[in-house]
C-alpha cells in the first residue's frame, strides 16, 4: 500500500468519523485508530480492490467495536434522553441553529441507519460499496436509507423545544428529504 494513497483518503474518513461520533476529538481518535489499524493490516488489503471501501469498512469495524465495548462499560449507568431534559438545556437562539440541529438530528439517529445515510449521502457510495463496507445485503442498505431518511426529516421538522414524534418506519407517508435524495 503506497502511503500517497492512504493520504489521500484521510478527508473523507474525517467526515465520516465526525458525523459517526459527533464529536472532533473522539473523531480524530477513530480515523487514527483506522489508519494504524490500515497500515498494520495492509496485507489484507486486496491491491486492485477500492482502497476507500476498505478503509471504510475498517473504520466501521471499529467504530461498532467502540459502540460495544461503551455499552458493555456504562452497562450499570443510568442515561438520560435529551429530550427528556430539553427544557433544562435550553440556549438562546443563534445564526448557527439550523447546522446544531442537524447535526443533533443525525446523532439521534439509529447508529445503523446514521451510517448508511452518511455513507451514500455525504461520501457519494454507491449501494453496494456500502452494503460491502457495513456487511449487510444491499436491501438492507435501502431499508436503512429510507427509514433514515424519513426519521431525519420528521426530527428536522419537528420544534426544537418538543421532543420529535416516533415515525415508526419508513411507510409513515412522511416525504424524504430531497437534499438528502441520491439514487445510485
Not at 49 to 63: E, G
Not at 64 to 76: E, I, K, M, T, Y
Request: charged share 20%.
Amino acid at each position: 500500500m503506497h502511503s500517497q494513497a492512504l493520504v489521500a483518503h484521510i478527508p473523507g474518513l474525517r467526515r465520516y468519523a465526525r458525523a459517526l461520533t459527533g464529536d472532533a476529538w473522539a473523531a480524530d481518535d477513530l480515523v487514527q485508530d483506522t489508519l494504524e489499524r490500515a497500515c498494520s493490516k495492509w496485507r489484507l488489503w486486496t491491491v486492485g480492490s477500492d482502497l476507500r471501501a476498505w478503509l471504510f469498512t475498517v473504520m466501521h469495524n471499529l467504530y461498532v467495536s467502540g459502540v460495544r465495548q461503551n455499552l458493555r462499560r456504562d452497562a450499570g449507568l443510568v442515561r438520560v434522553d435529551i429530550d427528556d431534559a430539553a427544557a433544562d438545556l435550553t440556549a438562546p437562539p443563534s445564526a448557527q441553529d439550523q447546522a446544531i440541529d442537524l447535526q443533533r438530528c443525525l446523532l439521534l439517529l439509529p447508529p445503523d441507519q446514521r451510517e448508511v445515510l452518511l455513507l451514500v449521502s455525504l461520501e457519494d457510495l454507491s449501494y453496494q460499496q456500502v452494503a460491502s463496507i457495513t456487511g449487510v445485503p444491499i436491501g438492507t442498505v435501502m431499508s436503512r436509507l429510507s427509514r433514515a431518511r424519513s426519521r431525519l426529516q420528521v426530527l428536522m421538522d419537528a420544534p426544537a423545544t418538543a421532543p420529535p414524534a416516533d415515525t415508526g418506519h419508513a411507510s409513515s407517508g412522511f416525504p424524504t428529504h430531497q437534499n438528502l435524495r441520491r439514487l445510485k
